[in-house]
């Protein structure tokens, strides 16, 4: 856990809900996160187990901020995250399942203003506020870890459609009749492709079609992740750059669609999978801007998150503290 000393202010305390882990954190006005931790989502059969261990973790830092007297409100971003209703709806990768009223049950326990939001869209505040799209009016912020979320900005806002569920491109069909996800039961989404899941999906299909040598062919198939493939390809394994060629040309045809519609001025890629560098960065731009037509061409940037990944999601999530009234 970090520590420093608060300042006087007013603070925010910041939750990003993971299908693995949580991260939290007490954050000032500048974007400063005070305090921090972690702790596993994935181990909570039950949503109270959990919100009564962040009450555990989470009171010591609000201690040592100054008290909840200190703090204005907790901003969380959670998969199926509904602005409008504080509610987590039907999320495939948290183990808690239907509708859960997440933001009234934090709030009964620790007796603050609680504002939801989906986890993607909570990145692209904090991108907004903090980070890479500092001073843009139109973006896509995509995070790409165990699966594709996405947050979109147009003429400044971010937009929540009717229901409070826009910007789920991760689940956009790119392939008819592809590939099966396990959370929807939707066949060829782009998050069965584009994230480290897919990656691994990739991975173990590739493997079995082939009879290429491998490094991957030592890694037990349990144990094959996207990392695996990673450190194969930076040592030059055919079939491991292979996949990362597959995986941006895929994530290159969705971002192609995704700018024809909403005409963004940048594309910001957040998440594990961005680690790859320009192995998955190199594929994904030459895809995106040969599906493009050409008005749409050489006009959108591609750029990495500048936010620290233990930090993004909590400064987003934070930030829907601060455009309380």
């Not at 790119?174 to 998050?191: A, Y």
């Amino acid at each position: 856990m970090a520590n420093a000393a608060p300042s006087l202010e007013t603070l925010a305390i910041g939750c990003d809900i993971g299908g693995t882990g949580t991260k939290f954190g007490i954050v000032d006005r500048n974007g400063n996160v005070l305090f921090s931790g972690e702790m596993s989502t994935k181990k909570h059969k039950t949503v109270e187990t959990f919100i009564n261990e962040l009450y555990e973790v989470l009171s010591p830092l609000i201690n040592n901020a100054g008290g909840t007297g200190r703090i204005k409100g907790i901003g969380v971003g959670a998969p199926n995250g509904n602005f409008y209703t504080g509610t987590i709806e039907y999320a495939p990768n948290l183990p808690w399942k239907g509708v859960i009223p997440l933001a009234r049950m934090i709030q009964d326990k620790f007796k603050l203003p609680v504002t939801l939001t989906n986890d993607a869209n909570a990145a692209a505040i904090g991108e907004m506020m903090y980070g890479a799209a500092q001073g843009m009016k139109d973006f896509i912020m995509i995070t790409l870890g165990t699966g594709v979320g996405s947050g979109i900005v147009a003429n400044g806002q971010l937009i929540y459609g009717h229901d409070g569920f826009a910007g789920e491109l991760g689940h956009t069909i790119v392939f008819p009749n592809g590939r099966m996800h396990e959370g929807t039961g939707k066949q060829g989404s782009l998050e069965s492709y584009a994230s480290a899941t897919g990656v691994t999906l990739t991975a173990i299909e590739t493997l079995e079609k082939s009879d290429e040598p491998s490094l991957l062919r030592a890694v037990p198939t349990d144990q094959l992740d996207s990392k695996s493939v990673f450190e194969a390809a930076i040592q030059g394994d055919k079939l491991a750059l292979e996949i990362f060629e597959y995986t941006g040309k895929v994530l290159g045809l969705a971002l192609a669609n995704a700018v024809m519609f909403s005409s963004p001025e940048a594309i910001i890629l957040f998440g594990g999978l961005t680690k790859a560098g320009d192995l998955i960065l190199k594929p994904t731009r030459a895809h995106m801007e040969e599906n493009l037509i050409q008005v749409f061409q050489n006009k959108v940037k591609i750029l990495v998150s500048h936010l620290r990944e233990s930090d993004a999601a909590i400064l987003g999530a934070s930030a829907l503290v601060w455009d309380q009234k």
